[in-house]
């Protein structure tokens, strides 16, 4: 009876231990997801809806927000200058804080999420009155002050809530600061991170033939949804293209036709030769045997029916002998409407047998 009892304890003990796996931080239980990121279940300070702010030491997710660590893989560090620090251990998340003590213009900070909302977290330094940039879709905030932060805490750096859910693309850049401070970042709850290895953009032509004036649409398909895709050419002289892909060729020449999808590196291109506009001669009065061709003046070519042949070179001829001749003679056009000529305004005249 003790025996089984032992057995009851042990297996209640083990699914209160499953039952609570997830990040304790702080004194506060957050719930782990299988992408490596917790859920939060608190507020800040127990309030009813999220009370955190910038600036604020929220040690964990509140309520409707999802937490990844700064070590995560979908979280893409600039190659030199990042040290994992353990220093900053009030507020923080997770084992260490991403640093990087010297910044420059190619120090980076880059990843994809699923969402309409975003926090970022740092480390405070009360007398650094300096702050980074973050870069949304192309679109460019200022973060903190890492001085809004008490100094050696991790606090909120950055809060923004009214995106549009969808995927977004983001960078955090040197704005001047001395440092860039990474802890973790916080997304919706039914977002994600997205993997910047399975992002791609493709054109559905790899080159393009116009004609000078001639117009024709390239369609880009890319693995992330309803982002921007920005357009461009290379010599707007040869070809332009417009924000939704269309080209229109310009003079004759060969360019590049690039698109690109916005805030990203992540680019595809087409290109695009143009020719000059094909020269249309004008067309001939068909042939038919046995018919009357007479010029005029002004270029035109009338015909006549064969049977009126006699008749005309007769008026024709008369006329230019003997001023008294009805100077206008009436034919039968190949449509078999009337027309009539006046003899001054014939240059001369063709029988084709």
Not at 301 to 324: H, M, V
Request: charged fraction near 25%; glycine fraction near 8%.
């Amino acid at each position: 009876m003790n025996k089984q009892f032992k057995k009851i304890l042990i297996m209640f003990v083990m699914v209160l231990t499953i039952m609570g796996i997830g990040a304790i931080e702080n004194g506060i239980i957050a719930n782990a997801t299988t992408d490596g990121a917790v859920v939060g279940i608190e507020n800040l300070n127990n309030t009813s809806e999220n009370s955190g702010k910038i600036g604020d030491k929220i040690s964990n997710p509140e309520k409707g927000w999802k937490r990844y660590d700064d070590i995560n893989k979908k979280i893409v560090y600039s190659e030199n200058g990042w040290n994992d620090s353990t220093f900053f251990t009030d507020g923080k998340f997770g084992k260490t804080t991403k640093v990087c003590m010297n910044p420059n213009n190619e120090t980076t900070i880059k990843f994809e999420f699923k969402g309409s909302k975003l926090r970022t977290y740092g480390a405070g330094y009360s007398t650094m009155y300096s702050h980074n940039v973050i870069s949304i879709d192309g679109i460019k905030y200022n973060m903190a002050n890492w001085s809004d932060i008490s100094n050696n805490v991790i606090g909120c750096s950055f809060e923004i809530r009214d995106l549009q859910y969808k995927d977004h693309i983001v960078t955090i850049e040197y704005g001047g600061s001395e440092r860039i401070y990474l802890d973790s970042v916080d997304i919706d709850e039914d977002g994600c991170l997205i993997d910047s290895n399975n992002i791609s953009l493709t054109l559905d032509k790899s080159s393009l033939s116009l004609k000078e004036g001639s117009s024709d649409k390239l369609i880009a398909t890319t693995t992330l949804s309803a982002v921007d895709v920005t357009w461009s050419s290379s010599d707007e002289n040869i070809a332009t293209v417009d924000e939704n892909g269309k080209v229109t060729g310009v003079k004759e020449g060969t360019c590049t036709v690039t698109a690109q999808i916005k805030g990203t590196d992540f680019k595809a291109t087409c290109e695009v030769t143009v020719t000059k506009e094909d020269i249309v001669e004008p067309e001939e009065p068909s042939i038919e045997n046995g018919s009357l061709y007479i010029e005029m003046i002004d270029g035109n070519i009338k015909r006549a029916d064969k049977s009126q042949i006699e008749k005309f070179k007769k008026w024709f001829i008369s006329r230019d002998l003997d001023e008294t001749e009805s100077p206008i003679f009436k034919i039968t056009n190949a449509k078999g409407n009337s027309e009539y000529l006046v003899h001054d305004k014939v240059v001369g005249f063709e029988i084709r047998e």
